[in-house]
């Protein structure tokens, strides 16, 4: 069996409102191995945002353990946490949250402004690449706003690349975007896991999570259900099926 | 995260918003902009009054008549008639530390001339007095011991009072005034030498022998006042002590009796004005510093403001690695930058301020280097200390909130 980048063992998260305790998830055992591509599902409130900030290093768990590329989160602090984020982690959030009136390549680089041991001119090359990789090698100055939903979810998702992190965590990634457009940016994550990128996808519709290797289904604070995906989408032959329609979105 | 990514990150969020930023930097730019005009101009006014001052004689010292009570009130000098010709030659003869002595007196009427006529200043003094006030002669000669032992109907006139007594193309020498219904020749022309630091015309005058003006024209016997001139404007002090011991044994007063007299020194006129005009500087200097409050306030709203409406931007700043220390020196960056730049902009627009007014006002153009490093150390602090807060406030955002406000 591969190596487990993502180990979490009786997870457990409360959160204080007022004299009320609420239980978000209550006892969490679960791996994500190298290369792998997870779904995790369920419906609002049970639980899978919770997890989805403490695997992203963003939360701290109130129990349990949560072990990243073999380190053990649980003892780091604050600025550890957000090292942790800048070297292993790439986020992709379902707003895109690019940063306005700056352009492609700018956005890309973000991440690795905050790493002290790139330089520029490796910076910019980094950034370039990761761009080429999701296929906008000729958009790298435009602005967010000169590009559409689907071509500014793919530069989140170089920005995401650009840092090489051992996972990538996406949130929704697709709740933007119509069924084309969310079955390209689906090909070109299915792409990135064939060549070897393990991802952790958060999602509630069921047909987005079919594109995935494995389902994890939260409820009420545990997993529900885990089952590895039998009758998998390729989004490439999707989209080649989808009928010729007008096209609003290139 | 090195200081070069952070000084482009900051100056990057500042572009995006290059309006917003001018505003805000209007208000430090004005604050130090009036800062610096202020003092400049302060410094400049002040030169150039010491310059004046400095062309009536920095080393000139008079005496004037009269008793001074406790607490500074000055009583009825005009009527004492302290001083006398015996006092001059006393001086003349004891003090060591002037050089030259002259009494005067004056008295103010009509001076005519065929149908012209002009109200002025008649001043009888002695040969020395035009060395002392440093008054030159544009044309004739001074009167002689003869003339001033004899009481010499001769006069020595400045060009405000030819510009209005004589018609033009005449020239003045030889013709005759009529002053107090005395006709006295006119032997000399002064050199014209304009308004005096207090805005006087010192070229309003006549000069005329003290003993004519005393004898023909006042009919008294004491003087109303002694010029002197000290050997230099460090003796000023000496020669004002010396002078007072002379007097006092002059006029036998004992120990313990107060001065019936009062000599003061242009050195100590100098000073005075001077602390005026530093006092007025600081009052200006510190009304256009409140102005740089306010700017630095300004300064912090708008940070606020930015940090409010760049939640979205710093929770994904963070998210992406950007420590709390990375978030808050962003935001204090910006602060300064803004602060600094608007410091920068406004040093340059108060020192355009001043070098108009000095044209304007005809004063020497000053820059005030110590206002400048001063306001620019202020707008540093500035930028630093009303950036703190909203910088810290971003610093403590927590990332998950951050990342998903709307």
């Known amino acids: 069996m591969s190596k487990a980048i993502i180990k979490v063992s009786d997870l457990r998260k409360d959160y204080h409102v007022g004299e009320m305790t609420v239980h978000a998830l209550r006892g969490v055992d679960m791996e994500i191995h190298e290369g792998d591509f997870a779904a995790i599902m369920g419906a609002s409130g049970s639980g899978k945002s919770t997890m989805l900030n403490i695997l992203g290093c963003l939360d701290k768990p109130s129990y349990g353990e949560y072990q990243l590329d073999g380190v053990n989160m649980g003892t780091m602090n604050k600025n550890q946490l957000a090292g942790l984020r800048n070297n292993k982690l790439g986020f992709i959030f379902q707003s895109y949250n690019l940063l306005p009136r700056t352009t492609a390549l700018e956005n890309v680089e973000l991440p690795l402004f905050y790493n002290s041991k790139v330089k520029t001119k490796e910076r910019k090359e980094r950034a370039k690449h990761a761009l080429e990789q999701v296929g906008l090698a000729d958009r790298m100055d435009h602005m967010p706003n000169q590009l559409s939903g689907g071509q500014q979810q793919r530069v989140a998702i170089a920005r995401s690349l650009v840092n090489d992190p051992v996972v990538i965590l996406a949130d929704e990634a697709t709740g933007n975007l119509d069924t084309r457009t969310s079955y390209e940016i689906m090909e070109l994550f299915q792409r990135l896991n064939d060549n070897g990128k393990t991802i952790v996808f958060v999602t509630h519709e069921p047909d987005i999570a079919r594109f995935m290797k494995r389902n994890i289904v939260f409820r009420d604070g545990r997993i529900q259900k885990e089952s590895l995906v039998t009758d998998r989408f390729n989004a490439t032959q999707l989209i080649e099926a989808l009928p010729v329609e007008e096209d609003y979105e290139s | ?178 002053f107090g219904g005395i006709p006295l020749k006119v032997i000399g022309v002064l050199k014209e030498k304009g308004e005096n630091g207090m805005g006087m015309d010192q070229d309003d005058m006549i000069i005329a022998p003290y003993t004519s003006v005393q004898r023909r024209m006042l009919a008294i016997t004491h003087i109303q006042s002694i010029y002197a001139s000290a050997i230099s404007e460090e003796q000023s002090d000496a020669a004002i002590e010396e002078i007072e011991t002379i007097l006092r044994q002059q006029h036998k007063l004992k120990e313990g009796d107060e001065d019936d007299f009062q000599v003061r020194s242009q050195a100590e006129m100098v000073e005075m004005v001077s602390s005026v005009t530093d006092m007025l500087t600081l009052l200006l200097g510190a009304v256009a510093g409140i102005s740089l409050l306010v700017g630095g306030i300004g300064i912090m709203n708008i940070m606020f403001v930015s940090v409010t409406e760049r939640t979205k931007e710093i929770g994904l700043r963070m998210s992406v690695g950007g420590r709390g220390f990375d978030i808050m020196m962003q935001f204090l960056f910006e602060a300064v930058m803004l602060s600094i730049l608007g410091g920068i902009i406004g040093i340059i627009f108060g020192t355009a301020l001043s070098y108009l007014a000095s044209f304007a006002l005809n004063m020497p153009f000053v820059v005030d280097t110590q206002a400048v490093g001063l306001s620019f150390l202020v707008c540093s602090v500035i930028g630093i200390f009303f950036g703190w807060y909203p910088a810290r406030k971003a610093a403590n955002l927590d990332p998950i909130d951050a990342v998903r406000h709307e």
């Open chain 2, 1 to 178: 995260m090195n200081y070069i990514n952070l000084t482009k990150i900051a100056t990057t969020a500042l572009k995006r918003n290059k309006f917003r930023a001018i505003l805000t930097m209007l208000g430090i730019i004005i604050g130090v902009g009036s800062v610096i005009a202020m003092l400049s101009i302060g410094e400049s006014s002040k030169q150039s009054i010491r310059e004046e001052m400095s062309d009536m004689g920095t080393n000139m010292i008079f005496v004037m008549p009269g008793q001074q009570r406790r607490g500074g009130v000055m009583m009825g000098n005009s009527n004492t008639k302290t001083l006398t010709l015996n006092d001059i030659e006393a001086l003349r003869k004891e003090a060591k530390n002037i050089t030259e002595v002259s009494p005067q007196v004056s008295t103010s009427g009509q001076a005519v001339n065929g149908n012209n006529n002009w109200p002025t200043t008649i001043y009888g003094v002695d040969i020395p007095y035009l060395d002392i006030r440093k008054y030159e002669l544009e044309d004739g000669r001074v009167f002689t011991e003869k003339e001033i032992k004899s009481l010499a109907k001769v006069c020595i006139v400045g060009q405000t009072v030819i510009e209005n007594v004589f018609n033009e193309n005449v020239d003045p020498i030889g013709q005759t005034i009529r």
